[in-house]
């Protein structure tokens, strides 16, 4: 039986792929700032709290990192913990930079200094590569990042390559476009326009504001993205990789689909507030999967409008239950 250690595991993505790992017959361990007051709530939505053993680990501590994993002694380490949201970032920078880069350093340099085989996945971000309104981007795409998350994730991303390279760990990357479910917190945008046009739906509420729907996003099923991150471990190479469904929709597109998904004109309902734009933010953001496919062997099976569509499904049955 192999051992997984999931750093940021009560997140989205870190449910998604515990649930994965167990499928597959892993021990999987999470880690927490304070595990032992973490609520775990995304794993005890999937029914998975009582199969996950947790621990107590600051990634910007040294030294609790490398007590977890003498610890767990994990044969694969899946980083995806950090500061997660482009724009608290901006509120946030040296929270962000210090959580996302020297976390990720913390666990590369006591995966070296440990001299154990471990493999170790990063989590990447599309928004290194800010805009990209011709070419898709791809794994040679140079990054121009518009945020203090998306330099956090760049400098995280050269840290992997660099610890790969020098010391020949098993490092891999996943440059991650944006990737929803209904575990989505509510700070994210995809997240409020399901839950704000459900109220509204039920005549909770009237309107919506959001800040500017004509920016362009690849949307994908996190659910799917977490099987690439396993698959790139399971290759004989390390390497780096983008995970992306290959389409781009704006924004104002995801809302319109939600909304016609209850019944609704979305014109009738949202308002374009100025007070909720970015400092910066990209425009366009497009993806080429080419790689993943043909190394891995993984296609995106659900692109934005599926995504929507489950989405809202998703809060009618949490509402139905609650009923």
């Known amino acids: 039986m192999k051992t997984a250690l999931i750093c940021g595991i009560s997140g989205q993505d870190g449910a998604y792929l515990a649930d994965l790992l167990l499928h597959k017959d892993y021990q999987v361990w999470g880690t927490s700032r304070d595990a032992q007051m973490c609520s775990f709530g995304n794993l005890q939505r999937l029914g998975l709290r009582d199969r996950i053993k947790v621990a107590s680990m600051s990634l910007n501590d040294f030294r609790s990192v490398l007590q977890v994993i003498n610890k767990v002694q994990p044969d694969e380490i899946y980083n995806l913990a950090g500061q997660t949201s482009v724009g608290l970032s901006f509120e946030l920078p040296v929270e962000t930079m210090e959580s996302i880069n020297g976390g990720t350093l913390n ?3 006591a995966i070296r200094f440990t001299g154990a085989e471990i493999k170790f996945y990063n989590a990447g971000s599309s928004e290194c590569f800010g805009n990209t309104p011709d070419l898709p981007a791809d794994e040679m795409t140079p990054f121009r990042p518009r945020s203090p998350y998306a330099v956090a994730k760049s400098a995280a991303f050269w840290q992997v390559a660099n610890y790969r390279e020098a010391y020949n760990i098993f490092a ?8 929803d479910s209904p575990l989505r917190p509510q700070r994210f945008v ?23 729907t004509s920016i362009q ?3 994908g099923w996190a659910p799917d993205f977490v099987e690439s991150m396993y698959l790139m471990l399971q290759h004989p190479e390390p390497d780096d990789y983008v995970v992306c469904t290959g389409e781009t929709h704006s924004l104002e597109d995801f809302v319109a689909e939600v909304f016609a998904c209850l019944g609704l004109d979305w014109r009738d309902h949202v308002i374009t507030d100025q007070s909720l734009f970015r400092p910066t933010d990209i425009a366009v953001s497009r993806g080429n999967p080419h ?4 190394k891995l062997g993984w296609v995106a099976r659900y692109k934005m409008k599926e ?12 509402e139905g239950e609650n009923c």
Not at 172 to 179: A, E, M, Q, Y
Not at 190 to 212: E, F, P, R, W
Not at 308 to 313: D, E, F
């Open 291 to 294: 790689k993943a496919k043909e």
């Open 107 to 109: 666990l590369l340099e």
């Open 307 to 318: 995504v929507a569509q489950q989405m809202v499904q998703a809060v009618i049955n949490q």
């Open 190 to 212: 995809t997240q409020k326009i399901v839950s704000a046009a459900y109220a509204i739906a039920q005549g909770q509420q009237d309107k919506l504001h959001l800040g500017n």
């Open 172 to 179: 891999c990357s996943g440059i991650l476009f944006n990737h």
């Open 217 to 219: 996003r690849d949307w």
